[in-house]
């Protein structure tokens, strides 16, 4: 019998995982996408009429996050990416020829006109805007029933650097000037897409003024007196706990 393979089997942006988030083993098909070159993890959707087997279930994997390390959401989080793209990518976006699987990286090519399509990272800016000493902005998204205070984010526009997305995100949204904007740290984050690229700002000028189809307020907060922010795992959460640590070492 052949070495069983470490598989993540997905149902869109379900995972299937046993009781204690294991992932189970299988053996690998010819269509498997492989995770790690000659390793045996492998990735594929659940395939039609496939059952689900007694002790799994199909987990979000938003949920996972809190229930795994990094690394393993990480990990987690390339292979639902990877997934998505080769089932976006079956016809060449130039001629609209069915596609091949490349054999030895991850491209999709096309046999007619060999266009080759990777998988690509949409960039994503997140804020995090503080004022004097002991504030924070907080926004809450028009899009979100909860009463969640998140940071300022939205998508790279082509042509732009980071920086000016910053500053572009945060006058749209909020009506805020910004400055010293600086870079902290990034995340990939798997919904559907993303690369998080995450940014300190100071509040420079403006009063607040909400954009009211994205947010839906928005307030300068205390930093012991925050609403409910982002959870735990979320590079949001990370940058608020981070700004938190700061401001008692200063
Ligand atoms: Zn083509």
Redesign the pocket.
């Known amino acids: 019998m052949s070495q069983l393979s470490l598989a993540y089997i997905f149902q869109h942006q379900k995972l299937l995982v046993d009781e204690n988030f294991q992932l189970p083993k299988v053996e690998k098909l010819a269509s498997d996408l492989p995770i790690h070159h000659n390793d045996r993890v492998i990735a594929r959707d659940l395939l039609e009429g496939e059952s689900i087997p007694e002790g799994y279930q199909l987990i979000p994997i938003r949920e996972l996050i809190q229930s795994w390390s990094t690394t393993d959401f990480l990990q987690a989080s390339r292979a639902v990416q990877l997934l998505e793209w080769r089932r976006n990518h079956k016809f ?1 976006s ?4 069915p596609t091949d699987i490349h054999t030895k990286e991850y491209a999709m090519v ?1 046999p ?4 080759h399509q990777y998988p690509r990272v949409q960039p994503c800016i997140i804020t995090i805007i503080t004022r004097g000493h002991d504030e924070v902005l907080l926004a809450k998204s028009a899009h979100n029933k909860s009463n969640m205070y998140g940071l300022i984010a939205g998508f790279v526009e082509v042509g732009e650097t980071l920086e000016e997305a910053v500053q572009r995100e945060t006058l749209e949204e909020v009506g805020l000037k910004l400055k010293n904007i600086r870079y902290m740290s990034s995340q990939p984050w798997p919904f559907p897409s993303n690369l998080m690229i995450a940014f300190h700002a100071e509040y420079d000028s403006g009063e607040i003024e909400l954009q009211l189809e994205e947010i839906s307020d928005a307030q300068f907060f205390k930093f012991d007196q925050l609403p409910e922010i982002p959870f735990k795992g979320s590079i949001a959460h990370a940058m608020i706990m981070q700004m938190i640590e700061n401001k008692k070492a200063s």
């Open positions: 060449c130039h001629c609209g020829h096309c007619a006109c060999a266009y």
